[in-house]
């Protein structure tokens, strides 16, 4: 069974940064990604990265958030610079295989103060 450990959550002050990382324990990923759900909203796409390092990015976070992957590691990142308040959600890694099954990591809490 693949397991996806999330690291790099916590507390920071609005203009802050915050370094988010998954790796998995096996395998090769064709798409890596991060989605974020706030209380009493969905769970949105934040950013995604392809096999090939193809990148997507929501409009809110374009400019502000890098993702990048090791494919050596079955790890991605995710740089959150500039952070705001309304950044604030618990993170997930995703990871998709090529036969298009995914993979959830249990999530991180970012907590962005104003």
């Known amino acids: 069974q693949v397991q996806l450990v999330e690291s790099g959550g916590g507390l920071v002050q609005a203009g802050g940064s915050l370094r988010l990382s998954c790796a998995a324990s096996e395998r090769i990923f064709n798409r890596m990604g991060w989605y974020r759900q706030s209380p009493g909203k969905q769970r949105e796409l934040v950013a995604a990265i392809s096999i090939g390092g193809t990148t997507n990015y929501a409009n809110s976070v374009k400019g502000r958030f890098t993702i990048s992957r090791d494919n050596a590691k079955n790890t991605v990142y995710l740089q959150m610079n500039s952070l705001k308040p309304e950044d604030t959600a618990r993170y997930y890694c995703?990871?998709?295989?090529?036969?298009?099954?995914?993979?959830w990591g249990q999530g991180t809490q970012v907590t962005v103060s104003s």
């Open positions: 995703n990871f998709r295989t090529l036969a298009a099954t995914d993979y």
